[in-house]
């Protein structure tokens, strides 16, 4: 069983800067894709940022320049550094990863996997 778990939220003024993290455990798994997606009291959860297995990202054009993902391939971890912060950007952020079960069907194949995390509330006010 593949786990996520985020950590680093907080309660933050505008303009300032927030760290999370995120850690993948388990064994016998490999992952492809690690994202963040947020979701604010009565929206749906979009995603924030994501970053695929190849090193490109994606980010959601609001978070843009001021966000950034990152991982640790080595830590199976990912993580999102979150400057100038504004009250829009108050949501539940949850972790997001897939990828595959190493160890092997009985015929031989891969079982796919995704996996969320907790989630770890941020908060933007003054």
């Known amino acids: 069983q593949v786990q996520l778990v985020e950590s680093g939220g907080g309660s933050v003024q505008p303009g300032g800067s927030l760290s999370l993290s995120c850690t993948a455990s388990?064994?016998?798994?490999?992952?492809?894709?690690m994202g963040w997606y947020r979701q604010a009291s009565g929206k749906e959860r979009e995603l924030v940022a994501v970053?695929?297995?190849?090193?490109?990202?994606k980010y959601l054009d609001s978070v843009k320049g001021r966000f950034t993902i990152s991982r640790d391939n080595a830590k199976k971890m990912v993580y999102l550094q979150m400057n100038s912060l504004n009250p829009e950007d108050t949501a539940v952020y949850y972790c997001?990863?897939?990828?595959?079960?190493?160890?092997?069907?009985?015929?031989?194949?891969?079982?796919?996997?995704?996996?969320w995390g907790q989630g770890t509330l941020v908060t933007v006010s003054s």
């Open positions: 997001n990863a897939d990828g595959s079960i190493t160890e092997p069907e009985a015929d031989g194949s891969y079982r796919y996997f995704e996996v």
């Open positions: 970053a695929f297995s190849g090193g490109s990202t």
């Open positions: 388990g064994s016998s798994f490999s992952i492809n894709v």
